[in-house]
Nanobody
Framework: QVQLVESGGGLVQAGGSLRLSCAAS????????MGWFRQAPGKEREFVAA????????SYADSVKGRSTISRDNAKNTVYLQMNSLKPEDSAVYYC?????????????????WGQGSQITVSS
C-alpha cells in the first residue's frame, strides 16, 4: 500500500504559477512511475504529465506541454508538477498517482494508488 499526500494547490490569477507536490510512503518510490491527472467539474479525469522512476522519461498532455514541468526527488519520495502561464481552463482537482509497474504515461489503468486531490483554481 502506498499513501500519497498532495499539497500546493490554491487560487491563482491567469498567467500565474503554482507548484504541486506529492509525497509518497514506502521504500520503493524510485522504482515507481508517477503521474499527474486532473478532473474539472462535469468532465472526465484527464492525463496531465508522467515521469519514470529515474526521471529519464517524461510525457505531457498537449494542453499543458510547454507550460508545465514534472519532476521528482527520490531522496524525498516526492514528485512535483510546476505549472506556469496558468489559464482558467487549468482549473481542476489535480491528482498524483503511482504506477508500481513503472513508467506508464497516460495509461491510467496502470496507476494503482491515487492521492486525495489538490484544487487549483485559476481566475481570469
Amino acid at each position: 500500500q502506498v499513501q500519497l499526500v498532495e499539497s500546493g494547490g490554491g487560487l491563482v490569477q491567469a498567467g500565474g504559477s503554482l507548484r504541486l507536490s506529492c509525497a509518497a510512503s514506502g521504500r520503493l518510490f524510485s522504482r515507481y512511475g508517477m503521474g499527474w491527472f486532473r478532473q474539472a467539474p462535469g468532465k472526465e479525469r484527464e492525463f496531465v504529465a508522467a515521469i519514470s522512476g529515474s526521471s529519464s522519461r517524461t510525457s505531457y498532455a498537449d494542453s499543458v506541454k510547454g507550460r508545465s514541468t514534472i519532476s521528482r526527488d527520490n531522496a524525498k519520495n516526492t514528485v512535483y508538477l510546476q505549472m506556469n502561464s496558468l489559464k482558467p481552463e487549468d482549473s481542476a482537482v489535480y491528482y498524483c498517482a503511482v504506477a508500481p509497474s513503472g513508467y506508464s504515461g497516460s495509461y491510467d489503468q496502470n496507476y494503482d494508488y491515487w492521492g486525495q486531490g489538490s484544487q487549483i483554481t485559476v481566475s481570469s
